[in-house]
């Protein structure tokens, strides 16, 4: 009984901890002259990310990429597709993809999203993409 009444105290801290944690940001707006910035929260941002993008760089590194509502994704090229899972904080997406030789591999990109217009900033290169 003691125990049970030790477990149920542990679960209700980390619940309201993981509630805070995950608690909503508010969202702000900066216009300065025709620059304007908007701050979301990482689930907006999830959902802004939706979608097929195109790369429109002036080299571009793939031809689209995908990102699903259920947080995979895939980097389409014409030789070649790679599907990977994404987390999104603040303006940081981490995705990690399982290679064909089974080696796991991780990249962490800065992102800025206005419309649809996305870019990544990946080891000071900037890739643009296109909402298609």
Known sequence: MVKRRILMFLL??????????????????????N??????????SVASL????????????FDFIVFSEDYTGRIIDESEEVEFKYVVAE????????????EV????VTFVLDGD??????????????RV
């Open 12 to 33: 209700i801290i980390i619940l309201s901890l993981s509630v805070i944690a995950c608690g909503e940001k508010q969202e702000s707006n900066t216009n300065t002259g």
């Open 35 to 44: 620059n304007q910035t908007e701050s979301v929260t990482p689930t907006q």
């Open 50 to 61: 939706v979608g097929t993008w195109r790369d429109v760089s002036e080299e571009p590194e």
């Open 91 to 102: 303006d940081a997406i981490t995705m990690t993809a399982i290679q064909v030789d089974g």
């Open 105 to 108: 591999a991780t990249e962490e």
């Open 117 to 130: 217009v996305l870019t990544f900033t990946r080891e000071g290169s900037l890739i643009n993409l296109q």
